[in-house]
């Protein structure tokens, strides 16, 4: 089975341009997850959906981020204006989210191979 | 105070040696407790997940300590392949059901 497929894998940008990345989550799988990893601030949830639903963007640094799940087997991420502080490597993850009572093992999350930003 | 704190290392072991991770956790609501490990320049993958009872998985051995608020990762006979960072990982129930990321412990594993 393929697993959480993201792309570009890599992405190099100038400061001001618009940034957007994509997720394809695990067939089946009906959470779906955004982080940004730095070495300073290590790896940060910066969004999460639940079928297809943003359920809790508190993460997003500020307005100049965007996230949308327009179905169940696609989403994106986009900045826009792009500064150099946003470099980083995004990850997508997703989960199967069982029913309330169900075992903790389903709120497993699988990543994606992560874009590697660099906004210069 | 971090919701996950552990500590960064590095570690650097020889092979064959056994080396324990501590990590501990401030939510005391926190119900599902994790080991992920993440290889350089990789994602983050599930290690093992871990249960109150302690549970192990081949030279792995992984315990909580609810009280404490404390979980630990013991590798026993660790090889080259171990080298890795491994990440502490802590989820709690509710409407944002989401996974808290410690920041890391380095390991190497030396010939």
């Known amino acids: 089975d393929a697993g959480v497929i993201q792309s570009p894998r890599h992405e190099v940008t100038e400061m001001g341009q618009e940034v957007t990345l994509r997720c394809k989550p695990i067939?089946?799988?009906?959470?779906l997850f955004w982080y940004r990893q730095t070495m300073m601030r290590g790896l940060e949830l910066l969004i999460y959906?639940?079928?297809?639903?943003?359920?809790?963007d508190s993460g997003m640094p500020e307005d100049r981020f965007s996230a949308k799940m327009p179905n169940a087997s696609f989403s994106t991420l986009k900045i826009q204006p792009s500064e150099p502080r946003d470099s980083a490597v995004y990850f997508c993850a997703s989960s199967f989210r069982g029913l309330a009572g169900t075992l903790a093992s389903t709120d497993t999350q699988y990543f994606g191979p992560g874009t590697r930003l660099t906004v210069l | 105070r971090k919701e996950v704190e552990q500590d960064p290392g590095p570690f650097n072991v020889p092979e064959g040696a056994t080396v324990a991770f501590n990590c501990t956790y401030s939510n005391s609501a926190s119900q599902s407790f994790f080991w992920y490990r993440q290889d350089c320049r990789k994602e983050p993958k599930l290690l093992m997940s871990?249960?109150?009872s302690g549970n192990e998985d081949g030279r792995f051995t992984a315990q909580l300590n609810r009280a404490s608020q404390y979980i630990s990762l013991l590798i026993r006979d660790s090889k080259l392949s171990d080298s890795a960072t491994y990440l502490c990982?802590?989820?709690?129930?509710?409407?944002?059901?989401?996974?808290?990321f410690g920041s890391g412990t380095q390991l190497t594993v030396l010939p």
């Open positions: 990982v802590v989820n709690r129930l509710g409407s944002a059901r989401q996974l808290t």
């Open positions: 959906f639940n079928n297809n639903v943003p359920i809790d």
């Open positions: 871990v249960y109150s």
């Open positions: 067939s089946g799988h009906n959470s």
